[in-house]
């Protein structure tokens, strides 16, 4: 380095010294001077500039006059307004923080469960439509359960004033659901009043569901995964395979007795529907079928054909009634046990038959009015594997 470049570094330093550490200026007391003079202006000089002037009287043998830089001075207290102004903060509105509303959950509670309801609603309409009562009892028990669970949740949500509606619809429509599922549970059989005030319900909630859904301010992008799988089981005649071998009514079945020393003949001779039926004793009491409701009366004979082989063993034991059951799809019926004495004429019941002596009686079954008995069986249970059935809707 050069004496003029090490010169115009020292002279650097100098400066940057002098402006760092010098002193602020004091201002003027105003209580000691009367007429205090206006304030001058502040002058500041760029630093390359004042390198560039020294640099310059150096080169040209002149004196240094290093002065020092005046700074703006900041006050320790900031200025406090007179009393007459007002702080701009006392006089600004307070900020109220906006409510967290539940309008998402609400929207995702809907969009996840909407698929499920309605499956539900169509698979119980379906078996009330075709009186399953098995049906009935499983997707009734489903509904209610889904449909409480999810009342419980949506009324713990606090939602803005524009999804209120939304709210109220979703909840109407599960408050009927609800309703629907506690009118068809229970053992109880089904019934016209039953079947009419639950398929209410369902039309009810599946309308309240769709105005929550159309009330929704976003579209629906997918179909929730988990879904409740819908099976409608298709009206079919009985197969064989499913009762083993199919017996039209006044077809007989032969088989032998529990020491194998007689043969035995039981047939089923006709069906009948009725809805009354008195009671031939003093009271002359009048059954009526329930709103809704039938009675099946089936005609049952069964026969001692007589002894055979070796053994001395001639009278049989009859089926008793609750050998007997009446079959629809996955729906079993058991008979109603009948009082002697009345307007249908001798009841079926468990006898002991001698040699060539016969037995004919009637079961009386309490079924749905709109049964297809055409698609009905009785199947017997006679033990060691032996189960005949007759279909009702074959004649011989």
């Excluded at 007002?86 to 309008?103: F, K, L």
């Excluded at 539900?120 to 309409?125: E, P, V």
């Excluded at 053994?311 to 008979?335: C, E, M, W």
Aim: charged share 25%; aromatic share 6%; with cysteine.
């Amino acid at each position: 380095m050069n004496l003029p470049d090490a010169v115009v570094t020292i002279l650097a330093l100098i400066v940057f010294t002098a402006i760092f550490f010098s002193p602020s200026p004091t201002l003027p007391d105003a209580a000691s001077s009367p007429d205090p003079a206006p304030p001058q202006p502040v002058i500041t000089q760029d630093l390359s500039s004042l390198l560039t002037e020294a640099r310059e009287r150096l080169l040209s043998g002149q004196p240094l006059n290093i002065t020092s830089v005046q700074t703006p001075e900041v006050l320790d207290n900031p200025a406090v307004p007179d009393g007459d102004e007002t702080s701009p903060v006392e006089n600004s509105t307070p900020i109220v923080p906006e409510p967290d509303y539940d309008d998402d959950e609400l929207a995702a509670l809907i969009e996840n469960s909407s698929a499920s309801l309605m499956l539900l609603s169509l698979q119980n309409t379906h078996a009330l439509y075709s009186w399953d009562e098995k049906s009935v009892k499983e997707n009734a028990a489903s509904l209610h359960a889904l449909a409480k669970n999810l009342l419980r949740e949506t009324e713990r949500l606090e939602v803005s004033d524009l999804q209120e509606p939304v709210k109220t619809a979703f909840t109407l429509s599960l408050e009927s659901y609800v309703a629907a599922g506690e009118t068809l549970q229970g053992n109880d059989p089904l019934n016209g009043t039953r079947v009419d005030t639950a398929l209410g319900e369902l039309q009810r909630g599946s309308a309240h569901l769709r105005k929550a859904f159309e009330g929704l301010d976003r579209p629906v992008l997918h179909v929730p995964q988990e879904i409740v799988e819908v099976s409608f089981p298709e009206s079919r005649p009985l197969a064989a395979s499913d009762a083993g071998e199919e017996l039209a009514l006044l077809q007989r079945y032969l088989y032998e007795d529990r020491h194998r020393a007689n043969d035995i003949s039981l047939m089923l001779a006709g069906v009948t529907k009725i809805r009354v039926y008195r009671q031939s004793d003093e009271s002359t009491e009048v059954i009526t079928a329930d709103p809704g409701r039938m009675f099946l009366l089936v005609e049952v004979r069964v026969t001692n054909l007589g002894h055979k082989g070796d053994s001395r063993v001639y009278k049989i034991q009859t089926p008793g009634i609750n050998a007997f059951t009446l079959h629809y799809r996955d729906n079993t019926y058991s008979p109603i046990k009948l009082a002697h004495g009345t307007s249908l004429g001798e009841p079926y019941d468990a006898t002991t038959l001698d040699r060539h002596e016969k037995k004919v009686g009637y079961i009386l079954f309490d079924v749905p009015e709109a049964l297809p008995i055409d698609e009905c069986y009785v199947r017997v249970d006679l033990g060691r594997a032996d189960s005949p059935v007759w279909a009702l809707g074959k004649t011989l």
